[in-house]
């Protein structure tokens, strides 16, 4: 199985990879998302280590089952033959209706086939209020390949 692009990766196509692995993860859907990770491939999330594509299927159910109203943002940080770097920013709600902002930094590294077998994520919470959301569901066309992550 192939994951167009496939290293080694310029900023062009890194940005593109970038831009469907936000995609994908906005539609919640942990089989499809999966798909793009080795069978072996081996995460760090926060303080959780999982191995393989089953592991990673089970952790995104869960995570998508708590993180209610789920909408991302990632953003290119640099590339280099077969690893890219990203920083990103989540925003979701929990069952209790409160609202949180996740930032964080992932590191990604490649086959050559384009599926991920690495991927490192540092990730921070902060509680907002619903009047401070700025991410409301995937990209609109006018968003398309524009940086938009404030700090703040």
């Known amino acids: 199985m192939s994951r167009p692009p496939v290293p080694p990766f310029t900023e062009e196509t890194a940005r593109v990879k970038v831009q469907a692995a936000e995609d994908a993860w906005n539609t919640c859907d942990p089989d499809r998302v999966a798909l793009a990770y080795t069978e072996d491939s081996v995460w760090r999330n926060r303080d959780e280590f999982l ?3 089953d592991a990673i299927r089970e952790f ?3 995570k998508w089952a708590r993180e209610l109203d789920y909408a991302l943002r990632k953003e290119l940080w640099a590339v280099l033959g077969d690893r890219i770097a990203v920083r990103f920013q989540y925003e979701c709600r929990d069952a209790s209706g409160q609202w ?3 930032y964080g930094n992932e590191q990604w590294e490649f086959d050559e086939s384009g599926l991920m077998r690495r ?3 540092s990730i921070n919470d902060v509680r907002i209020e619903e009047s401070e959301r700025r991410i409301f569901g ?3 066309d006018d968003e398309q ?3 938009v992550l404030p700090l703040r």
């Open 51 to 53: 191995t393989g594509r």
């Open 60 to 62: 995104l159910g869960r």
């Open 100 to 102: 949180w902002r996740s």
């Open 119 to 121: 991927r490192e994520a």
């Open 138 to 140: 995937p990209r609109g």
């Open 145 to 147: 390949g524009v940086d």
